[in-house]
């Protein structure tokens, strides 16, 4: 069992950044690709990157390269997702999640553990 903890979300203004963090709870961690997901009021969860157990394959939804960066530190069972230029479209629940592969993070149906998820609101 991987417990995923979610944290760095908050208010910020447009074209503001912010950073993501999700602490893993077992070492295990590192074995796992990780995915960050959002869900927006009304709308259903979507991907919006993942990464390999390794960091060397990353995967990003189409509208957000360029804007957002997948990273992790297996050392410290921790992921993170940079978020840049953000718009008041960004703005919604983001959710940290394992899954056995970088594949199957991009979709909540590849995903084995999630997170609680964390606020982010984007004000225009």
């Known amino acids: 069992q991987v417990q995923l903890v979610e944290s760095g979300g908050g208010l910020v203004q447009a074209g503001g950044s912010l950073r993501l963090s999700c602490a893993a709870s077992?070492?295990?961690?590192?074995?796992?690709?990780v995915g960050w997901f959002r869900q927006a009021p009304g709308k259903e969860r979507e991907s919006v990157a993942a990464?390999?157990?390794?960091?060397?394959?990353?995967y990003y939804a189409d509208s957000l390269k360029g804007r957002f960066t997948i990273s992790r530190d297996n050392a410290k069972n921790t992921a993170y997702l940079q978020m840049n230029s953000l718009k008041p479209e960004d703005t919604g629940v983001y959710y940290c999640?394992?899954?056995?592969?970088?594949?199957?993070?991009?979709?909540?149906?590849?995903?084995?553990?999630w997170g609680q998820g964390t606020q982010v609101t984007v004000s225009s």
């Open positions: 999640a394992a899954a056995t592969t970088a594949v199957g993070a991009t979709g909540t149906r590849g995903v084995d553990y």
């Open positions: 077992e070492r295990t961690f590192s074995s796992y690709a």
């Open positions: 990464i390999s157990w390794n960091g060397q394959n990353t």
